[in-house]
């Protein structure tokens, strides 16, 4: 059982940076590849980033390929995900996940789940 607390959400200006950290409970962290998505009013959650369990392996959307970055540190249980160049089209809550020995694009393939926390960009 792996529980995940997103923090580091705002309000923040287009071109603006922000920095998402999600921190899990548990011993077995490094087991578990990890992921981003987020969920804008009204449309479905979508990919946003993975990494490996291992951190050696990442993938990102195509819509943040270039501005967001996620790492991960095993031995304080996190994962980040850093924003630059914010859009207002990145608005949404977005929501960590954990899988057993994967990272993947989708949704189903996680096992648990973080509550969100929710980023606002303004334009």
């Known amino acids: 059982q792996v529980q995940l607390v997103e923090s580091g959400g705002g309000l923040v200006e287009a071109g603006d940076s922000l920095s998402l950290s999600c921190a899990a409970s548990?011993?077995?962290?490094?087991?578990?590849?990890m992921g981003w998505f987020r969920q804008a009013p009204g449309k479905e959650r979508e990919f946003v980033a993975c990494i490996s369990w291992t951190g050696g392996t990442t993938r990102y959307a195509d819509s943040v390929k270039g501005r967001f970055t996620i790492s991960r540190d095993n031995a304080k249980n996190t994962v980040y995900l850093q924003m630059n160049s914010l859009k207002p089209e990145d608005t949404a809550v977005y929501y960590c996940a954990a899988a057993v020995y994967r990272h993947s694009t989708i949704e189903r393939d996680y096992d648990y789940w973080g509550q969100g926390t929710q980023v606002t960009v303004s334009s």
């Open positions: 548990g011993r077995t962290f490094s087991r578990y590849g």
